[in-house]
């Protein structure tokens, strides 16, 4: 597998250099199409990928597929592609909460517009190297503990239910952030921007940049996340491989993604459900483990299916609200029976010459016959 290995850590490090050096080498703020575009392009660049694991698992490249993982697991082409396929959906669904949280930030600490996808270059770049450590880990103790998978089960089995009891107005703070009080405590600060600097110099000292700061802070919460979303690939495949390379395409297109999901978050209002449900599902499987075997296409056809479902869902419920929006902005003031107000313009407003008195057999009818 060292061939293996050495081949991704070069793609990978082609692709860094090609986005930062190459297509963004001046700094400037992402517009939608520009980041539609590359959404389009790194997601196409990921699920690309799944040819390339087909033909390393088939031919069994560098010994690939030969027990590679704790489950001592066969893996022919189209198993280990099923399994990249599935790992590499449930970590772009689970990123959709990291984006929000990425806006929440960038929000807090005003960074211009122009240098966030530096921020988050620099900031997914120092997430990945974590989530390596954090996989080679995990891929130790599933080797040595079977019984880590009942750990990573009802972990995620907390998560989704936590997910689920979340209130709609429970959102992010980062002024009350442990993290970002932990950084404003430990790097010596200026409290402004310096162009695209992470430090500065002042009075023949070193000090860190609000940019810096963002930087710091997204790695951080990314490790966050990744705690809830590294087990959750584990239960799909416990491959080291397979679990690395789907993370790291997932995360490489987040960059663009955020800046098209960002400021659409409200519009799949169930999607953090779907995510749950999938959530739920894989703790489930990785419970059972020792008596369900669960064919990794399916598990590919439930997730897609579930995903689908929500956004749908979400869809459908927007369009009905703005109907019923729509509805209410065409019945105005008007009382439903087809008169206007009093002053006859159908604007819903009486004009200022009007006085509404009530009949003498006080019946409640209006008198539009007495001006004064």
Known sequence: MLVDWLGFF??????????LKVIHKDPHAIGMREATRWSIIWISIGVAFSGVIYLVYELNWGGAGRGAGGSGIVRDGATATWEYLTAFLIEKSLSVDNIFVM????????VPAKYQHKVLYWGILGALVFRGIMIAVGTALVREFDWIFYIFGAFLLFTAV??????????FDPSSSRLVRWAKRVFPLVERYEGGHFRVKVDGKHYFTLLFLAVVVIEGTDVVFAVDSIPAVFGVTDDPFIVMTSNVFAILGLRALYFVVAGAMEEYRYLKQAVSAILVLVALKMLAHDLIHVDSKWSLVVVVVILAVGVVASIMKNRQE??????????????????????GDGDGETDGDDETETDGDGDGDRDRDRVE
């Open 10 to 19: 070069i793609i990978l490090g082609l692709l860094l250099v090609l986005d």
């Open 162 to 171: 936590r997910m689920i009891l979340q209130s709609e107005d429970e959102h």
């Open 103 to 110: 806006s929440m930030l960038f929000t807090y600490f005003k």
């Open 322 to 343: 703005e109907r019923h929006e729509a509805a209410q902005g065409g019945d105005g003031d008007s009382d439903g029976d087809g008169e206007t107000d009093g002053d």
